[in-house]
Nanobody
Framework: QVQLVESGGGLVQAGGSLRLSCAAS????????MGWYRQAPGKQRELVAV???????NYADSVKGRFTISGDNAKTTIYLQMNSLKPEDTAFYYCNYRWFWGQGTQVTVSS
């Protein structure tokens, strides 16, 4: 079993920054990637960013240049640094590892 616990969400004005954290515990294998997804009301869940154990990263076009995904050396915690936030970034943000999901953390960006 794997447990993923997100933190760091909140309310911020447009142009502001937030840093999300995801602490993973349980049967984590370093050969698998971890990532962040988000889901806005009435929309499908979408990939935001992913990081592999080798440190390679991939981002949705909508967040490139604004968001940065990173992880600690043990890859048991990943982060999402979100800068220049826009109202359209408002969503629940979920941490993902294989088929496991965290409970999500709300990010709200006011205009």
């Amino acid at each position: 079993q794997v447990q993923l616990v997100e933190s760091g969400g909140g309310l911020v004005q447009a142009g502001g920054s937030l840093r999300l954290s995801c602490a993973a515990s349980g049967s984590i294998f370093r050969s698998n990637a971890m990532g962040w997804y988000r889901q806005a009301p009435g929309k499908q869940r979408e990939l935001v960013a992913v990081i592999t154990t080798g440190g390679s990263t991939n981002y949705a076009d909508s967040v490139k240049g604004r968001f940065t995904i990173s992880g600690d050396n043990a890859k048991t915690t990943i982060y999402l640094q979100m800068n220049s936030l826009k109202p359209e970034d408002t969503a629940f943000y979920y941490c993902n590892y294989r088929w496991f999901w965290g409970q999500g953390t709300q990010v709200t960006v006011s205009s």
